[in-house]
């Protein structure tokens, strides 16, 4: 993570030359080729993984480790670097142990080209004469914004786009023997420069479906004019730099996409690809394949084949479903990790006889192998990159944290000590997708995707579903004919449903629940919820208070006085017993007669005032004791936002232009406080004492904010 604090009047950055008036050093690590100032004593300590802001503010990576790695390489001076889906790029000085985020692709800190968030880092290309030299192939996950190819010439610190602008670029080649030469895969076809990435041609017929959709890429060691390419369907080669193309799928099965090409580096005759239908091997520069035997089936989807630097008989291939190798230049292979392994890129460094591996993998980040593949190690240090779909924190202890992460295959982990460690939670009886965590005084809640609640039993280490009854009547034709009617009127039975759950809260010792189907509400340690009732004025007959509310419930906030729900895009409040509920008016350009949404609401007491909080689509707005909505502005833009957060003095919102902004004044001035490596979709804000909180990304993984003066007004986002 980079570090930037002030002292004595000078600004420290990490990672990377800068300004002579600058003091410059390295966290951690050795920095290889770059400037060092070595602090000694106690004049200076700064956490791995820790960016410090010049006003106190400091933004700490809590993990869980790992991260889905997209793409590996190793540069000349040894350093190595991990491409994400974010654009954000990591690097190692000790060979994989630990790493540091550098900076971002696809990000315009310049202003020169449009920012993005989104850029799948697909390909990373080293100079090997310009150590801190690097070329990046990116995709946006954004079609309509295509990709383009990224450089950087200070270690991934700093980005800009080179070339290929708006085209979703897939892969990235530099020539072994012209180093003027790089070619470019993109969704619309091949691209070449001789100009060392200055200038690009197309190479490729732009109205040919077949040359299209450009999934690999390989230059011949020898001569650069012959290039093999790797489509959606099948494999292709010219021999002229690309004036004519020829199909090279004699012996592969129709209609494979190649997803990866690896000439031998001892021998440019012997071509080896892999497709979605296996992995192939040619002898004869692309003339015929011969389809290999060993990998399964079911692992077929191999995303990148390396050959080891030393020895040309040994290929990892990094598959769907684990990592392989061969030690017999793919006569025989053996899977070397385990089977759920997802491995998405690989790295094979040499340091005299010793030989290390590392496999970039969707979810377990990085794993590492010193004694040949034998035995594999996470090698996280410094890398937190998680994608958090959901978070919950115990509501008598804001340090206990149960995350659901997207790219962990359902796993469940469990922080107690406010996410510096994590362990696996039990997944004991969970059956279906989940889709959201909670937090009550009785322990952990989940929903799940296509319906239902279950709470985590701790005397039995499982979950268990809990059931959502209501009345229901029988029809008449269920009695006869005679007496049909009287009877049904007092025939009531009660029936089971499947709710899906979009809120869930804690007031007065019971839960409410908000659905696609309307309220629910139960004891906390009920196994039953049931609609919310109250008596009827007409002769003591009981009736559903959620017919009070729409059916189609968006959010609930539970505050000391009264209940507060969003729903069919209208603002309703309660009292908290929550049996009758009343309308309430929104701002005038949003709710139920406008297009924007309500997205959330909360509200908190200032004293004798009650004030109200609503996110909405045309950004937040503040109402005093129920007076008129006010936008908040003063540094805050007018988007959507994820629910708010408070702690002692402070509130924190994330919105959706990426950036993370503090109020200390009740929302009458807002400041932007996250950096590079904070900016990103959030889940969740939870907030923690002491005006500090930690942060649920999308993409970053768990963070902590930690300090900071008073908001200071600004003009903007």
Same mark, same amino acid.
């Given at each position: 993570?980079?570090?930037?604090?002030?002292?004595?009047?000078?600004?420290?950055?990490?990672?990377?030359?800068?300004?002579?008036?600058?003091?410059?050093?390295?966290?951690?690590?050795?920095?290889?080729?770059? $400037?060092?100032?070595?602090?000694?004593?106690?004049?200076?300590?700064?956490?791995?993984?820790?960016?410090?802001?010049?006003?106190?503010?400091?933004?700490? $990576?809590?993990?869980?480790?790992?991260?889905?790695?997209?793409?590996?390489?190793?540069?000349?001076?040894?350093?190595?670097?991990?491409?994400?889906? /974010?654009?954000?790029?990591? %690097? =190692?000085?000790? $060979?994989?142990?630990?790493?540091?985020?550098?900076?971002?692709?696809?990000?315009?800190?310049?202003?020169?080209?449009?920012?993005?968030? !989104?850029?799948?880092?697909?390909?990373?290309?080293?100079?090997?004469?310009?150590?801190?030299?690097?070329?990046?192939?990116?995709?946006?996950?954004?079609? &309509?914004?295509?990709?383009?190819?990224?450089?950087?010439?200070?270690?991934?610190?700093?980005?800009?786009?080179?070339?290929?602008?708006?085209?979703?670029?897939?892969?990235?080649?530099?020539?072994?023997?012209?180093?003027?030469?790089?070619?470019?895969?993109?969704?619309?076809?091949?691209?070449?420069?001789?100009?060392?990435?200055?200038?690009?041609?197309?190479?490729?017929?732009?109205?040919?479906?077949?040359?299209?959709?450009?999934?690999?890429?390989?230059?011949?060691?020898?001569?650069?004019?012959?290039?093999?390419?790797?489509?959606?369907?099948?494999?292709?080669?010219?021999?002229?730099?690309?004036?004519?193309?020829?199909?090279?799928?004699?012996?592969?099965?129709?209609?494979?996409?190649?997803?990866?090409?690896?000439?031998?580096?001892?021998?440019?005759?012997?071509?080896?690809?892999?497709?979605?239908?296996?992995?192939?091997?040619?002898?004869?520069?692309?003339?015929?394949?011969?389809?290999?035997?060993?990998? +399964?089936?079911?692992?077929?989807?191999?995303?990148?084949?390396?050959?080891?630097?030393?020895?040309? =008989?040994?290929?990892? %291939?990094?598959?769907?479903?684990?990592? #392989?190798?061969?030690?017999?230049? @793919?006569?025989?292979?053996?899977?070397?990790?385990?089977?759920?392994?997802?491995?998405?890129?690989?790295?094979?460094?040499?340091? *005299?006889?010793?030989?290390?591996?590392?496999?970039?993998?969707?979810?377990?980040?990085?794993?590492?192998?010193?004694?040949?593949?034998?035995?594999?190690?996470?090698?996280?240090?410094?890398?937190?990159?998680?994608?958090?779909?959901?978070?919950?924190?115990?509501?008598?202890?804001?340090?206990?944290?149960?995350?659901?992460?997207?790219?962990?295959?359902?796993?469940?982990?469990?922080?107690?000590?406010?996410?510096?460690? #994590?362990?696996?939670?039990?997944?004991?009886?969970?059956?279906?997708?989940?889709?959201?965590?909670?937090?009550? =005084?009785?322990? #952990?809640?989940?929903?799940?995707?296509?319906?239902?609640?279950?709470?985590?039993?701790?005397?039995?280490?499982?979950?268990?579903?809990?059931?959502?009854?209501?009345?229901?009547?029988?029809?008449?034709?269920?009695?006869?004919?005679?007496?049909?009617?009287?009877?049904?009127?007092?025939?009531?039975?009660?029936?089971?449903?499947?709710?899906?759950?979009?809120?869930?809260?804690?007031?007065?010792?019971?839960?409410?629940?908000?659905?696609? /189907?309307?309220? #629910?509400?139960?004891?906390?340690?009920?196994?039953?919820?049931?609609?919310?009732?109250?008596?009827?004025?007409?002769?003591?007959?009981?009736?559903?208070? %959620?017919?009070?509310?729409?059916?189609?419930?968006?959010?609930?906030?539970?505050?000391?006085?009264?209940?507060?729900?969003?729903? !069919?895009?209208?603002?309703?409040?309660? !009292?908290?017993?929550?049996?009758?509920?009343?309308?309430?008016?929104?701002?005038?350009?949003?709710?139920?007669?406008?297009?924007? $949404?309500?997205?959330?609401?909360?509200?908190?007491?200032?004293?004798?005032?009650?004030?109200?909080?609503?996110?909405?689509?045309?950004?937040?707005?503040?109402?005093?004791?129920? *007076?008129?909505?006010?936008?908040? =502005?003063?540094?805050?833009?007018?988007? %959507?936002?994820?629910?708010?957060?408070?702690?002692?003095?402070?509130?924190?919102?994330?919105?959706?232009? @990426?950036?993370?902004?503090?109020?200390?004044?009740?929302?009458?001035?807002?400041?932007?406080? !996250?950096?590079?490596?904070?900016?990103?979709?959030?889940?969740?804000?939870?907030?923690?004492?002491?005006?500090?909180?930690?942060?649920?990304?999308?993409?970053?993984?768990?963070?902590?904010?930690?300090?900071?003066? &008073?908001?200071?007004?600004?003009?903007? +986002?």
């Amino acid at each position: 993570m980079l570090g930037v604090i002030r002292l004595s009047g000078k600004l420290i950055r990490g990672l990377g030359g800068q300004k002579s008036a600058e003091l410059v050093f390295f966290f951690g690590a050795r920095l290889g080729s770059c $400037r060092v100032l070595r602090v000694c004593g106690a004049i200076l300590f700064v956490l791995l993984g820790t960016a410090v802001r010049s006003n106190g503010q400091t933004w700490e $990576r809590l993990g869980p480790a790992g991260g889905n790695v997209i793409s590996l390489v190793v540069a000349a001076d040894g350093a190595v670097y991990i491409g994400t889906p /974010d654009g954000h790029v990591f %690097a =190692s000085r000790d $060979r994989g142990e630990h790493w540091q985020l550098r900076g971002r692709a696809g990000d315009s800190s310049d202003g020169r080209f449009e920012s993005h968030l !989104d850029g799948v880092v697909q390909r990373i290309v080293a100079d090997k004469m310009r150590p801190e030299r690097l070329l990046a192939a990116v995709w946006f996950q954004d079609p &309509a914004q295509g990709g383009g190819v990224f450089e950087s010439t200070d270690g991934a610190q700093h980005w800009k786009l080179i070339g290929l602008g708006k085209e979703a670029v897939r892969a990235l080649e530099r020539s072994e023997s012209d180093p003027r030469v790089w070619v470019a895969g993109t969704r619309t076809g091949t691209y070449r420069s001789t100009d060392d990435a200055h200038t690009w041609q197309r190479i490729t017929a732009a109205d040919n479906p077949e040359l299209q959709n450009v999934d690999s890429l390989a230059v011949d060691p020898v001569n650069p004019e012959i290039i093999y390419l790797g489509t959606y369907h099948l494999a292709w080669k010219t021999t002229d730099g690309g004036k004519n193309w020829s199909s090279i799928a004699t012996g592969m099965i129709d209609d494979s996409d190649i997803m990866s090409l690896r000439i031998d580096a001892r021998n440019p005759r012997r071509v080896f690809s892999s497709a979605c239908s296996g992995i192939y091997r040619s002898d004869d520069s692309g003339g015929s394949w011969t389809k290999l035997q060993g990998i +399964p089936y079911a692992s077929r989807r191999t995303q990148q084949i390396v050959q080891d630097p030393n020895d040309a =008989s040994i290929l990892y %291939a990094a598959t769907t479903q684990g990592l #392989w190798q061969t030690t017999d230049s @793919g006569e025989n292979w053996k899977r070397v990790t385990p089977r759920e392994t997802v491995a998405n890129a690989i790295v094979v460094l040499t340091a *005299g006889n010793s030989t290390r591996i590392l496999a970039g993998t969707e979810a377990q980040g990085i794993l590492r192998s010193d004694d040949g593949a034998s035995s594999f190690h996470d090698s996280n240090g410094g890398f937190s990159h998680r994608v958090i779909a959901s978070i919950a924190a115990a509501p008598r202890d804001p340090s206990h944290f149960l995350a659901r992460l997207e790219d962990s295959r359902g796993e469940l982990f469990e922080s107690r000590d406010g996410g510096t460690s #994590w362990t696996k939670f039990s997944t004991a009886g969970l059956t279906k997708p989940v889709a959201e965590l909670y937090g009550s =005084s009785s322990g #952990w809640w989940m929903s799940f995707a296509d319906g239902g609640l279950a709470q985590f039993d701790s005397a039995k280490g499982k979950w268990r579903s809990v059931l959502f009854r209501e009345a229901a009547r029988h029809s008449p034709q269920a009695f006869g004919r005679a007496g049909a009617r009287a009877t049904a009127r007092s025939a009531v039975r009660m029936r089971v449903l499947l709710p899906r759950v979009t809120a869930f809260v804690e007031f007065s010792g019971k839960i409410l629940v908000g659905s696609e /189907d309307g309220l #629910w509400t139960g004891a906390v340690g009920d196994s039953e919820f049931h609609r919310p009732v109250v008596k009827s004025a007409v002769k003591g007959e009981m009736k559903s208070a %959620a017919k009070s509310v729409p059916r189609s419930v968006q959010y609930l906030f539970s505050s000391q006085n009264s209940l507060l729900a969003i729903a !069919d895009n209208k603002l309703w409040a309660s !009292d908290s017993a929550a049996l009758n509920w009343n309308f309430v008016s929104s701002p005038a350009n949003v709710g139920p007669a406008n297009t924007g $949404r309500l997205l959330w609401i909360q509200e908190n007491l200032r004293g004798s005032d009650s004030v109200r909080f609503l996110g909405t689509d045309h950004g937040v707005f503040l109402s005093v004791s129920s *007076g008129a909505w006010q936008l908040l =502005s003063s540094g805050l833009p007018a988007v %959507a936002s994820a629910p708010m957060a408070n702690s002692g003095s402070l509130a924190l919102v994330a919105m959706s232009n @990426g950036g993370i902004y503090r109020s200390a004044d009740s929302g009458k001035s807002w400041e932007r406080v !996250d950096t590079g490596g904070e900016q990103g979709s959030v889940a969740k804000i939870l907030p923690a004492p002491n005006g500090v909180f930690v942060v649920a990304s999308r993409s970053e993984g768990l963070l902590r904010l930690t300090g900071g003066n &008073a908001a200071k007004t600004t003009t903007g +986002p």
